[in-house]
Nanobody, 122 residues
Framework: VQLQASGGGLVQAGGSLRLSCAASGGTFSYYAIGWFRQAPGKEREFVATISRGGGTTYYGDSVKGRFTISRDNAKNTVYLQMNSLKPEDTVVYYC????????????????WGKGTLVTVSS
């Protein structure tokens, strides 16, 4: 499966953005999808994941209560709604897919898309 993240851009602190992760080349509903982010020189950080059917979601502590992950299997797309953005949310965001399993940490994801940059100004 191929993944394409989009929706990044420049926003003021306190604002909102919605990222999209569009998939092609596979049966989308077979894949759990995760969002991760990485700042230059730092390790990749877990942001959120959503199960294949959309009924289970997990969030990283730094985004819990501010970000919401959702999916539309009919559109082969996962969304990440980001509210109350902070300057420290300024990083590149990546989406990833997992075909089998329920361990959705970075090392267990099978496919990765190119990232989209989010910049939050103070």
């Amino acid at each position: 499966v191929q993944l394409q993240a989009s929706g990044g851009g420049l926003v003021q602190a306190g604002g909102s953005l919605r990222l999209s992760c569009a998939a092609s080349g596979g049966t989308f509903s077979y894949y759990a999808i995760g969002w991760f982010r990485q700042a230059p020189g730092k390790e990749r950080e877990f942001v959120a994941t959503i199960s294949r059917g959309g009924g289970t979601t997990y969030y990283g502590d730094s985004v819990k209560g501010r970000f919401t992950i959702s999916r539309d299997n009919a559109k082969n797309t996962v969304y990440l709604q980001m509210n109350s953005l902070k300057p420290e949310d300024t990083v590149v965001y990546y989406c990833a897919a997992q075909r089998y399993g329920t361990n959705w940490s970075e090392g267990h994801m099978d496919y990765w898309g190119k990232g989209t940059l989010v910049t939050v100004s103070s």
